[in-house]
C-alpha cells in the first residue's frame, strides 16, 4: 500500500526562521503531492500542490520540493509567524482508491 | 461563498442508533468523499463518489454507507453506529477524481461523532 510519512512529532521554531517540514512517500512516486494546513477542530485547507515533473513550486512565503531519488517533499515557511502555527498535512494520490492518502500530519510551533 | 457543509457538527449517541450525517457542496463538484480522522491515525478515506450514482469504497467503509442521489449531496450513514466509530469525520469535494485530476479537496468543517 501507498503511504505517507510524516514527522508525528511537533516542530518548535522560533518565530522570523524558516520552517522546514518533510514528508517521505513509499513504493512508486505520485502523480503530485499535497500540502493542506489543518488548525484545531478544523477542516484542512489545501495549500500547494507539486507535480512528479516539479522540483519546486512557491506561493508567497512557501516552498514545497519534491525529490523522487530521495522519495521526499519537503515543505518550507520563510520568515514563520506565530499564525503560522498549525498541523500541515502531505497527502498523494494512487492506491486502489481514488482519494489523498495523508500522512498523519507536523504539527509546527511558531513562538514568538 | 464555496463551501462545504456538514451536519450536525457534533453529536453523541448510543450504539445501534441509525444517524446520518449531511454534506452538501456548492461547488458543482462531481467528486466527493468522507474521511475520519483519528489521533495517531490521521485522515483515512470512508468513501467517494465520482458523479451522481457512482460509489465506491475508501480505505475503511465497513460499518458505513452512503448515497449520491444528487450532485451536491453525499449524506454519510452509520446504519448501526459502534463505539469504534467514534471519530472526527469530513466530507470533501473537488472538481473531479483525483487519480486524473490535481484538484484540490475542499474540506467542510468536521463532524464529531461520539457513540457510547
Known amino acids: 500500500s501507498q503511504k505517507i510519512e510524516q514527522n508525528s512529532e511537533a516542530l518548535n521554531i522560533q518565530e522570523g526562521k524558516t520552517a522546514t517540514l518533510t514528508c517521505n512517500y513509499t513504493?512508486?512516486?505520485?502523480?503530485?503531492l499535497q500540502w493542506y494546513r489543518q488548525d484545531p477542530g478544523r477542516g484542512p485547507v489545501f495549500l500547494l500542490l507539486i507535480r512528479e515533473n516539479e522540483k519546486e513550486k512557491r506561493k508567497e512565503r512557501l516552498k514545497v520540493t519534491f525529490d523522487t531519488t530521495l522519495k521526499q517533499s519537503l515543505f518550507h515557511i520563510t520568515a514563520s509567524q506565530p499564525a503560522d502555527s498549525a498541523t500541515y498535512l502531505c497527502a498523494r494520490a494512487g492506491g486502489g482508491a481514488d482519494g489523498l492518502t495523508f500522512g498523519k500530519g507536523t504539527h509546527l510551533i511558531i513562538q514568538p | 461563498e464555496a463551501q462545504v457543509t456538514q451536519n450536525p457538527r457534533y453529536l453523541i449517541t448510543v450504539t445501534g442508533k441509525k444517524l446520518t450525517v449531511t454534506c452538501s457542496q456548492n461547488m458543482n463538484h462531481e467528486y466527493m468523499s468522507w474521511y475520519r480522522q483519528d489521533p495517531g491515525l490521521g485522515l483515512r478515506q470512508i468513501y467517494y463518489?465520482?458523479?451522481?450514482?457512482?460509489?465506491d469504497k475508501g480505505d475503511v467503509p465497513e460499518g458505513y454507507k452512503v448515497s449520491r442521489k444528487e450532485k451536491r449531496n453525499f449524506p454519510l450513514i452509520l446504519e448501526s453506529p459502534s463505539p469504534n466509530q467514534t471519530s472526527l469525520y469530513f466530507c470533501?469535494?473537488?472538481?473531479?477524481?483525483?487519480?486524473?485530476?490535481?484538484?484540490?479537496?475542499?474540506f467542510g468543517e468536521g463532524s464529531r461523532l461520539t457513540v457510547l
Open positions: 513504493n512508486y512516486s505520485p502523480a503530485y
Open positions: 470533501a469535494s473537488s472538481h473531479s477524481g483525483l487519480a486524473t485530476n490535481t484538484g484540490e479537496l475542499f
Open positions: 463518489s465520482m458523479n451522481v450514482e457512482v460509489t
